[in-house]
Nanobody, 125 residues
Framework: QVQLVESGGGLVQAGGSLRLSCAASGRTFRNYAMGWFRQAPGKEREFVAAISWSGSRTYYADSVKGRFTISRDNAKNTVMVYLQMNSLKPEDTAVYYC????????????????WGQGTQVTVSS
């Protein structure tokens, strides 16, 4: 059974930090590129960050570059993917989703094969 389970969301003041986690199991996710997307109310889902299967390459949306860091731990059967979010802004408020792609790093949501249920991040001003 494929499962991607996000955690770590919550309410934080502007300028604060949060660390999101994603536990991926049910496939050999250590061979998958992993990504984070977000969706704010009334907006389309947008790419945030992605990391290659080995962790050697990362890619970020311009809006989060320098503030967010994606990382992964392939050591166990359940692959962990993290998104460290610093200097948070109110415009970062959204539901954040973890996703897995069989191919290399992708920025399009259509390229991802598995998705989590999401975790809410709310940044107050």
């Amino acid at each position: 059974q494929v499962q991607l389970v996000e955690s770590g969301g919550g309410l934080v003041q502007a300028g604060g930090s949060l660390r999101l986690s994603c536990a991926a199991s049910g496939r050999t996710f250590r061979n998958y590129a992993m990504g984070w997307f977000r969706q704010a109310p009334g907006k389309e889902r947008e790419f945030v960050a992605a990391i290659s299967w080995s962790g050697s390459r990362t890619y970020y949306a311009d809006s989060v570059k320098g503030r967010f860091t994606i990382s992964r731990d392939n050591a166990k059967n359940t692959v962990m993917v993290y998104l460290q979010m610093n200097s948070l802004k109110p415009e970062d408020t959204a539901v954040y989703y973890c996703a897995a792609a069989r191919d290399d790093i992708r920025t399009s949501a259509r390229s991802y094969d598995y998705w989590g249920q999401g975790t809410q991040v709310t940044v107050s001003s």
